[in-house]
């Protein structure tokens, strides 16, 4: 597997959980804080608006090492009993509807972020603008194209040349 893609693979998923990290810290700040209420202490003002956008980002940052890994759920219960070969034109389909899939939802996303640029709109307490949380997800979406697309090729790879070149969760389990 190119180093170059399993890096920016590796690189989404750590930034996500950084994310994900940051904004554990600042949700358990906020409940103390509203705890300690009667000491002056209070919530983080909007927490729950960066807790939407920021989950958000963590959970497409996380997407190209899923797919990258093999690791989106399969139900291989009727494959189990197939050749070789024929589970690998099987995971080629599926990492090609996988490619399709995530460069749809990257065009979209895309789409929605110019339409919240244009019409302005901002979060309700910090007011920042919603197109913001739509750019932070694009690009982990974009990342999640270009592995998707490297894994469709690897997959069909596999297919003419007849050798895996990475295993799937299901086929480690034989």
Sequence with gaps: MPRFIQTLARLSALTGGLVLAALIVMTSLSIVGRAFAFAGLGPVPGDFELVEAGIAFAVFAFLPWCTLNAGHATV??????????????????????????????????????????????????????VWWAYAACLVPACVTVVVALWSAYDRLRAVVTRRDTRAVKAEAQH
């Design 76 to 129: 291989d219960i009727f494959t189990n009993g197939l050749s070789e070969q024929v589970n690998r034109v099987l995971l080629a389909f599926w990492e090609i509807v996988m490619a399709a899939t995530v460069a749809f939802i990257a065009w979209r996303l895309y789409e929605g972020m110019l339409g919240k640029v244009k019409n302005g709109e901002t979060t309700f307490l910090l007011q920042f603008p």
